[in-house]
């Protein structure tokens, strides 16, 4: 009886360390289980944030493909007509002491299609670049 008493004894011990264990397991367990919902939480938020900003850039590029669709055109056309330009219009053009605003507008219009920094030449009247 004894021997079976020492071995129960022995058990009982190893019982107790294990429920401590066990215990301090669970503990842990609970505290990561919070931390891990909070982090949770958050994720589903900012994944749900995500969809919206990829959702509304969907969207954007979707209008930016249509507008490309309808300006191509266009721009395509426009090359053409810069095309048909010659060095004796651009020599008109400069020859003119006073251009009208329209002229100024379309020649930086060519400038910037062209990709050409345009000459600015100061007003011998009234000095203004």
Known sequence: VQ?????LTIFKDTLVQ?????????????????SVQKMTSRVVKER???QTV???TRQQQKNCRKDLVDILPLL???HKALDTLRAADITVLRTMKFPPETIKLVMEAVCVLRDVTP????DRMTGEV
């Not at 021997?3 to 071995?7: E, I, L, Q, R």
């Not at 000459?119 to 100061?122: A, F, P, T």
């Open 3 to 7: 021997g079976v008493t020492d071995k």
């Open 18 to 34: 294990s429920i401590k264990k066990t215990k301090q397991m669970l503990m842990y367990v609970q505290v990561n289980t919070l």
């Open 48 to 50: 749900q944030r995500l």
């Open 54 to 56: 990829a959702e509304s």
């Open 76 to 78: 395509k056309s426009t």
């Open 119 to 122: 000459l600015k030449v100061r």
